[in-house]
C-alpha cells in the first residue's frame, strides 16, 4: 500500500492517542518519545556544525565504538522519560545494566508500569556520512512488580506483553512510524508547528514483494536457508522465483524497515558463522522485538528463523537474534526453508 498523500493537518499525535483511547499512561510516554526523537533530530542535523559526527572514543556494551550522537541521544531519551512515572525500567543499547527509572513510581495498578527498551541512536555508523539513522522504543508492560523494583527478569517476562512500539526516522523528514496494538500508524514533524502530524493510518506492508535488505558482505557466512532463498531471488525471472528482484542495504534496520511499509519486501540480518555474530547482530529488546510488532500489525510476518520474533524469551538484557521481517508470502518462504533445512 503506497503512502497516502493524505496529510490531515489537524490530527497531532495528542490527539491521535486521544482518539485512540490510549491510557494517560501510555500517552506520556509515547509523547515522551516523540518529544525526544524532535531533540535528537534537532541535534543530528548541526552534529556536522558542532563537531558531533564523529567517535567518542569509548566502546559500548555492544563492542561497538560509540558516536558522540549515540551519548547524545541516550541522554536525551533517559531525560524525557524522567518525566514518565509509569516508565519504571529502562533497557538502552548504549547502557550495560537495567536502569530504573529515576522519574519512575511504581503503581499498584499493574497496568501502569512499564519497561521501555530503546536503542536512542540506530545506524550511528551512518552519522558521519550523512546517511539514515533513526530511534527504535519498545513499551512492555510489567504488570505486578515484586519488591522494590523490578529486575532484569521482569522485563523477559514483559517481552511476552509488548503493547506499544515504535521508531523515529531521521531522514529527510522526520517520521514516527507507531503502533499501540492493533494499526500502524504515520506521522510526520511539522517544523513550522514543532510537532508530529498524522500522515497515514492503517499502514499495510505489501504480502508480495520484489526487493530484499540484506549485508551481501556475509555471504559466506550465511546459513543453507537464507543462501538458498537469495540465490533464489537473484537467479530472477529465468529462476525458481519466476520474477526479477532489487536489493538494498542502508546500514540502518529503520531505513530497511522503513521501505517494507512504502513498497513491501524483506529484510533479513541472519545468524552468521562468524565470531560474535553466531546469533546475529540485533538485539531482541529494542530491535527485533518492536520492529516485529510494527511490521506483524502492518500485515507482514516477523520470524528468528523456525520461530518467530514475538513470543520468545530472552535470557540478557542485550540478548542478538536472527531477523527475518517483512512480507507475509517472503518470509513465509523463509521459515518453510529454515523449517525443512535444519
Ligand atoms: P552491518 C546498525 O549498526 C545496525 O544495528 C542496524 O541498524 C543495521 O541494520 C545493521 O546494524 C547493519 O549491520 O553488519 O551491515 O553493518
Known sequence: ????SKNDQNTDLAFWLKNQNASS???QIVLAMAEAGIEIAHVAKSAALDGKSGA????NVQGEEQKDLDIISNDIVLEHLKKCPSAIALVSEEVPELLINPGGEISSDDE?????CFDPL???????????????????????????YPDQNDVFAASKNQIAAGYIYYGPATLLILTIGKSVAMFAFSEVDKQFFLVQDQLTIP??????????????FWDASTTTYINDCQSGKPGPRGKDFNMRWSGA???????????????????????????????????????????????????MGKQEISGFLPSSLHQRVPVI????????????????KH
Do not use: C, W
Open 1 to 4: 500500500m503506497s503512502i497516502s
Open 25 to 27: 499512561a501510555l500517552s
Open 56 to 59: 567518542a572514543g569509548i566502546v
Open 112 to 116: 501502569k508500569n512499564y519497561a521501555i
Open 122 to 148: 540506530d545506524g550511528s555508523s551512518n552519522i558521519e556520512t550523512n546517511s539514515a539513522i533513526g530511534t527504535i522504543f519498545s513499551v512492555l508492560q510489567l504488570g505486578v512488580i515484586n519488591g522494590d
Open 207 to 220: 504480502k508480495t514483494a520484489s526487493e530484499y535488505s540484506i549485508n551481501m558482505a556475509y555471504a559466506r
Open 253 to 303: 534496520m529503520i531505513a530497511d524497515v522503513h521501505k517494507l511499509f512504502v513498497r513491501g519486501g524483506v529484510f533479513i540480518y541472519p545468524a552468521l558463522k562468524k565470531p560474535g555474530s553466531e546469533t546475529g547482530k540485533l538485539r531482541f529488546l529494542y530491535e527485533a522485538l518492536p520492529m516485529a510488532m510494527l511490521v506483524e500489525n502492518a500485515g507482514g510476518k516477523a520470524i
Open 325 to 340: 521481517l517483512g512480507s507475509k508470502e517472503e518470509v513465509e518462504i523463509l521459515q518453510n526453508l529454515y523449517r525443512q
